[in-house]
């Protein structure tokens, strides 16, 4: 198989606002860099830095109020029980505290106004964001990198003209009355410290190396260069989160960086790379569309213009931002991933679980990149412990309730009244812990992480769901989140059972069936289980052929929601598929075809989960339309996805991103399926490094919509499903012919794990 070319995203200008500057990161330290010439701006963050730690936000017990509360909604009062919930269980109307910006590494260089030849690229295989322009005689050249091999952003800037670099470096913050900044510079260093009212210290420090010239301080944290050949700055910040005297520690990790740039480059590429080569894609990219700047390719394919390579392009850009958001670090990617330039944020730029959260991790596994969901994983775990006492104290239930926002803290109570009258957060977050274990194949980890979080859950809902006066047990109060209908609370319509929640208590039930039969464990549990799954509401399908939404079949009061939440067993989930579940998964459709007749999918994210949604229904054609509006609707030149009107939330392109394997690669329901969602306009095209379900690896090749080359890699050895259409193909594993067998278009054969299987037809083996 062929290799993709080298994804990058070029400008022919620098960014005039934060929106358009290309992000950098390693987990921990984020930097977006403008590219400007004269004065250069490179924004920076570190996943640490909170406001909020010493906020008092412990749970009353409300327990009591609850049977009142369902009282009312059995008796059909659907706005007095909701006024009751939001009232006693929806909290008090503050929210979480807000992500903040560290500061702004600024650089001055004068005569640098007037360049010709600019260009700034994104390098997404190396992770380097390069600015070259030429002033004069004179080419310049700036590459940035952030480096999770030491913790440190780099910038280099040389020239090739001997003593052609002059200027100053600084370091500032925006104006905040409630932090407390002190600036400084000596000999070749400079810092940034600062001290917000609540107690949260943070610090930065750069260090500019320059190699010919001179170097110089002046007053505030300012180094002035004169007629350097070559410049090295290095910065690191640090956070007293988990690192007490922050300063220090900025200290003791630029003492131990080296100070050789092209070593810094070697180990910085050499790590990024190890993550984002596992994968590759091409769909028969055109060179001449892919030197095009980002923007003026927007253009074109807005004029309908056909560009596959740029789907590709997005596709690993989202990787990329998945990989410098989430790895290395301790908190899981945020509503913008590690990058924020505001003291207040939209949504305080916190965990949002109700979709935002979720599907930032969407592409993790089946992207090859399962590590970076271990922040994820780490966070659900972190949250466990205050969310068993406010499943006590709100619910008198056992088991665990999440809230539905998060922050670093680690402490889960309700925030918005209405929104957050709702169970289920954590049963959503546990789909990511199983799979895990789905992709990987270890039953080990089932056994230690994920059955032991699931019973939790389970346990909660053990206590919470309630009959209701026509004998079905369902969650009460309940919601379809941030959704409402006629008759019903505003801003969120509570009500008996939303189809969303009973979905996910299903997934919980036959989750935890499925563990204590693969780890042969707490069999007493079984029929309790067994009991609740058959006294559930079934699903029910409304007057317009649709999946309701509620177990009435009530009217919107805004048919195209940008929420599909009763969707969920569509995509992500797999409960509701057209082998398993045929007229639950039309009517399913149908929902999803009158969401968008009604104006649908008008956020980025939103956009994103319909071309997921379309791709699990089968459908590339409808899939591929809404992954380009996705791109060409929500898209900055930078290619960072917009909430309307101009908010980055990096959910849009981690969903966008899934929607591209989703398209190429499905593994629900125990079979592969290849190409399952292929649009006509990626006819022919290479792919490689993709996971699946079972632990296998698939690479492949299409020729004219066609499969013409498979090889799944076992890494589990467990029995690998592939449906397959046309000719029975042969499966070869080192030269020699495996077994197979067939039926229903599903070919199944045997494996071992570390082998690779090919699978072709009328093929010599290869």
Wanted: proline letters at 6%; one cysteine or more.
């Amino acid at each position: 198989m062929t290799e993709s070319p080298s994804p990058a995203i070029r400008l022919s200008q620098p960014a005039t606002r934060w929106l358009d500057a290309h992000p950098l990161g390693n987990g921990r330290i984020g930097a977006m860099v403008f590219g400007a010439t004269k004065t250069e701006r490179i924004a920076l963050n570190h996943e640490n830095l909170w406001r909020g730690v010493t906020r008092n936000r412990d749970n009353e017990d409300k327990s009591s109020y609850l049977p009142q509360i369902r009282e009312a909604f059995f008796q059909g009062h659907n706005l007095e029980g909701a006024e009751l919930a939001n009232k006693h269980l929806g909290g008090a109307g503050n929210r979480v505290q807000p992500y903040q910006p560290a500061g702004d590494l600024v650089l001055f260089l004068p005569g640098h106004d007037i360049v010709y030849d600019y260009e700034r690229v994104l390098d997404l295989a190396s992770g380097v964001c390069t600015v070259r322009y030429r002033v004069g005689a004179t080419h310049y050249m700036r590459t940035h990198f952030v480096s999770s091999a030491h913790n440190v952003l780099v910038v280099h800037l040389t020239a090739d003209a001997p003593g052609a670099l002059s200027g100053a470096v600084h370091l500032t913050r925006t104006t905040d009355p409630d932090c407390v900044l002190d600036a400084w510079a000596q000999g070749h260093r400079l810092g940034l410290t600062g001290y917000f009212k609540e107690g949260i210290d943070f610090a930065m420090e750069a260090r500019v190396l320059a190699r010919g010239g001179t170097l110089t301080e002046k007053s505030g944290a300012t180094l002035y260069v004169k007629d350097a050949d070559e410049l090295l700055l290095l910065l690191t910040i640090s956070v007293d989160y988990d690192e007490p005297e922050p300063a220090d520690w900025c200290v003791y990790r630029l003492d131990d960086v080296p100070t050789d740039y092209a070593t810094l480059y070697a180990d910085h590429v050499a790590e990024h790379r190890a993550l984002f080569d596992r994968v590759s894609l091409d769909l028969a990219h055109d060179a001449a569309l892919d030197a095009l700047p980002m923007d003026a390719r927007l253009a074109r394919v807005k004029e309908s213009g056909a560009d596959p390579g740029l789907a590709a392009l997005y596709f690993q850009y989202g990787r990329y931002l998945l990989m410098a958001s989430s790895r290395n670090c301790t908190h899981p990617a945020n509503l913008q991933g590690l990058w924020n330039e505001e003291l207040t944020p939209p949504w305080e730029s916190d965990f949002h679980h109700d979709i935002n959260l979720e599907m930032n991790y969407w592409p993790a596994e089946v992207g090859n990149l399962a590590e970076c969901a271990d922040p994820l994983l780490a966070y659900v775990q972190r949250h466990s412990v205050a969310g068993e006492k406010a499943a006590r104290a709100l619910f008198n239930c056992g088991g665990v309730w999440f809230a539905l926002t998060g922050d670093i803290w680690s402490i889960t109570t309700p925030e918005a009244p209405g929104y957050d009258v709702w169970t289920g957060a954590a049963a959503w977050l546990a789909q990511h812990l199983w799979w895990r274990y789905e992709f990987s194949g270890d039953t080990e980890f089932l056994r230690a992480t994920v059955y032991p979080f699931y019973r939790r859950v389970a346990a909660f809902y053990e206590d919470f769901l309630v009959r209701t006066p026509d004998g079905a047990l369902a969650p009460v109060p309940s919601q379809s989140p941030e959704n409402t209908f006629q008759g019903g609370a505003w801003p969120v319509s509570l009500c008996v059972g939303a189809t969303m929640e009973l979905t996910f208590i299903r997934e919980v039930l036959l989750r935890c069936l499925h563990a204590t039969a693969a780890l042969h464990v707490d069999a007493e549990f079984r029929p309790v289980w067994e009991g609740m799954l058959a006294a559930l509401p079934p699903y029910r399908v409304g007057r317009h052929g649709q999946l309701q939404e509620w177990r009435e079949d009530y009217e919107e009061v805004e048919p195209g929601h940008r929420h599909v939440s009763h969707l969920v067993g569509v995509f992500p989930g797999e409960l509701l598929r057209a082998d398993s579940a045929p007229a639950l998964f039309t009517a399913a459709r149908v929902s999803l075809e009158r969401r968008l007749a009604a104006g649908g999918g008008h956020t980025g994210w939103s956009r994103a989960w319909t071309a997921c949604l379309w791709a699990r229904f089968g459908d590339g054609v409808q899939a591929h339309d809404h992954l380009m509006r996705l791109i060409t609707d929500f898209a900055t030149s930078s290619l960072l996805d917009l909430h309307p009107p101009q908010i980055f939330q990096i959910d849009g392109n981690l969903g966008g991103a899934a929607a591209v394997a989703e398209m190429l690669l499905q593994s629900h329901g125990g079979v592969l399926r290849l190409l399952p969602a292929l649009p006509p306009a990626w006819p022919t095209g290479t792919l490689r490094g993709l996971r699946a379900r079972g632990g296998f690896t698939v690479d492949m090749a299409w020729e004219q919509g066609a499969v013409s080359f498979a090889a799944i890699t076992s890494h589990a050895g467990r029995p690998c499903r592939v449906a397959w259409a046309g000719p029975r193909p042969s499966v070869h594993c080192d030269a020699q012919p495996i077994a197979i067998s067939t039926a229903d278009g599903v070919v199944s054969f045997p494996t071992k794990a570390g082998k690779r299987y090919l699978l072709q037809v009328n093929a010599v083996p290869r």
